[in-house]
């Protein structure tokens, strides 16, 4: 059973330019979590979504941030007009559901480097 | 804000228990603990949960108080490669108190396994 993928691992982005990552949960999982880890600190929780729907956004900025998790296909996490503050590396987990306490997985993470 | 307090690091002989503590003395009931490790930046690696019992597995074992306001985690015989940031997590319920979401993360415990 393959892990969370994540991709691309590394993303190069122009300052105002746009960031898509993308996010393929386990195999059976049909809940998404993304974190965002900035360099020399800790992991923080972005936004949860289930397919088709957005759960939990509280973690998310206010503006020029994006999720989404279409029927079909990975999550994505869109961040439009990057600046150098968004370099960071951005984690994605998968759970089966959340009834009880699942358990979360971790994908390798993309690391968005904003020049 | 994590709502766990852990040493910012620990030193561990290659070979011997490395047991890593946890104080959550605000947890409520229907909390769980979570710990994960995260090595070197990569995603961040499940290790084990528990609810109110020990919990072993085939990483380590879970030790939790019978007041349920502190554990342990311990990996029995350590090695230089479980040299990693260790986060213990109370893992709560969402707003609705329907189900379980986000993970929150503190800044964990810098674990390192010396030969």
């Known amino acids: 059973n393959a892990g969370v993928m994540q991709n691309p691992r590394h993303l190069v982005r122009r300052r105002g330019q746009e960031a898509r990552l993308r996010c393929s949960p386990m195999k059976g999982h049909s809940h998404v979590y993304w974190y965002r880890q900035l360099p020399e600190e800790g992991l923080k929780f972005m936004v949860y979504l289930q397919k088709e729907n957005i759960i939990d956004e509280s973690g998310m900025p206010k503006e020029r941030f994006s999720a989404e998790f279409p029927k079909e296909g990975p999550s994505i996490l869109r961040i439009q007009q990057v600046v150098r503050g968004d370099s960071a590396a951005y984690f994605c987990?998968?759970?089966?559901?959340?009834?009880?306490?699942?358990?979360?997985?971790f994908g390798p993470g993309t690391r968005l480097l904003v020049l | 804000d994590a709502k766990t307090t852990q040493p910012p690091s620990m030193d561990c002989a290659e070979g011997r228990a490395a047991n890593l503590p946890c104080n959550h003395s605000t947890i409520s009931g229907n909390e769980y603990v979570y710990w994960y490790r995260q090595i070197h930046s990569q995603g961040p690696q499940y290790i084990i949960h528990g609810l109110k019992n020990n919990e072993t597995n085939e990483m380590a074992s879970l030790i939790i108080t019978e007041d349920r306001k502190s554990s342990t985690l311990i990996l029995p015989h350590a090695t230089l490669r479980d040299t990693a940031v260790y986060y213990c997590i109370v893992r709560e319920r969402n707003a609705g108190g329907t189900s379980y979401g986000k993970l929150t993360f503190g800044q964990g415990t810098i674990l390192t396994v010396h030969p």
């Open positions: 987990a998968s759970s089966p559901r959340t009834g009880g306490a699942e358990t979360q997985y």
